[in-house]
């Protein structure tokens, strides 16, 4: 088993500070779990609104909830979002008997409600799958090849973790994702899926995947910003800066979860991962998560142009702007992208991850990281992020 005492210890951080704390994150990814290490299942401050008996004794939420003290926590949130108002009438009572811990699986919902009923009340946390420094350095390929879903890495082995891979995604497709006012049929939305995974790492383009599902570009679109808000794909916004160069404008997207990304594309072995086209494009996306995690980034984005300059990743820390490129080679070297970004966006610093183990200098800017240092949130690269 996979402790998680960072997340633990950010929450209660969280509910010390603010009145109330969501803690958001894909369906299985330990929410639960987490919560209940907090609060007992079987007490009365633990509400399930995926359970029946929960939904009952809710149908008057304002006269259950405001007698209970201590930690509350409502599970699944998303399910009953007339509870908002109710909250922010609780959250203002002064003193404050109780305060809450809602945990949710659809970030788009929850962030809407939130901001119109909790604004100035509530503290939200994300919370993905397993990473680097929860598995060890000594289980990477397993977390790459895998994925994070706890119940995927843990399995005895690969078969049994893409079996629950491809459970899983049976049961988003045809429950899940009926709750986010998508009408296509299950069939259809596991080939925009597939899409998706086959457009993982690129820029985004809505045109092909509306022509072959034979729907539109705006709804595509819509499916696409769904899935996001349900924590499945990432979409990799475009940095700009004011210059005469062309620069793309189209983010790039990515499959979150690497287990889900080789599960839709058929990949059920390492072998068969380092063997596929995608092999660059998926080991780019995990690093991107795990330095996302590792550094605690809020805002990141990409940079290219139309004549082929590009950086994976730039984000900015302390007025000062920063890249990172990712390349799954034995020993990279610099390239004309790195010397154009450093130019163009006045990069102080670039790091170009890299799955070796010596660490070396290219130029006084850039500086080849082996993928083992980003658990030390990569030291004498990027400054800290200070949080107050």
């Known amino acids: 088993m996979v402790n998680r005492p960072q997340y633990i210890q950010h929450i209660k951080t969280a509910l010390r500070r603010s009145r109330a704390t969501a803690l958001l994150g894909p369906r299985q990814c330990g929410k639960t779990t987490l919560a209940r290490e907090l609060v007992d299942i079987d007490s009365p401050n633990y509400f399930d609104l995926e359970d029946q008996s929960s939904l009952v004794a809710l149908a008057n939420p304002k006269n259950v909830l405001e007698s209970l003290k201590g930690l509350v926590v409502i599970d699944e949130v998303q399910q009953k979002p007339e509870l908002f108002p109710v909250l922010r009438v609780l959250l203002d009572r002064k003193p404050l008997p109780s305060k809450f811990l809602i945990l949710g699986s659809a970030s788009h919902d929850l962030l809407r409600q939130s901001s119109e009923s909790l604004a100035g009340r509530l503290e939200l946390i994300e919370m993905g799958g397993f990473d680097l420094s929860e598995v060890g350095r000594g289980k990477a390929s397993r977390l790459w090849l895998r994925g994070g879903f706890p119940l995927s890495f843990l399995a005895e082995n690969d078969k049994d973790g893409f079996a629950w891979i491809k459970s ?9 994702l009926r709750k986010q006012r998508i009408d296509l049929p299950s069939v259809t939305l596991h080939r925009f899926w597939s899409m998706l995974a086959n457009s993982h790492s690129q820029i985004w383009s809505a045109a092909p995947i509306a022509s072959s599902l034979g729907i539109s570009e705006p709804t595509v679109r819509k499916y696409l910003d769904i899935f996001t808000g349900v924590f499945m794909v990432r979409q990799l916004q475009p940095w700009h800066v004011n210059m005469k160069k062309r620069q793309v404008k189209s983010p790039k997207v990515y499959i979150r979860d690497t287990g889900i990304l080789h599960s839709l594309l058929g990949l059920k072995t390492e072998a068969e991962v380092l063997r596929h086209p995608i ?36 984000f900015n820390r302390g007025g000062r702007m920063y890249g990172v490129e990712i390349k799954r080679a034995d020993a990279p070297v610099m390239t004309s992208s790195i010397r154009i970004a450093l130019d163009d966006l006045g990069l102080s610093r670039v790091a170009v991850i890299y ?17 083992d240092e980003i658990i030390k949130g990569m030291d004498g690269i990027f400054p800290q992020k200070h949080n107050n």
């Open 168 to 176: 899983f995604i049976k049961t988003f497709l045809e429950r899940d």
């Open 279 to 314: 092999c660059g494009g998926s080991w780019e996306g995990f690093v991107i998560e795990q330095l996302i995690r590792f550094l605690d980034l809020d805002d990141v984005y990409f940079w290219a142009t139309h004549q082929g300059a590009e950086i994976d990743l730039v």
């Open 355 to 371: 799955p070796g183990k010596k660490r070396y200098s290219l130029h006084k800017k850039v500086e080849i990281v082996p993928f």
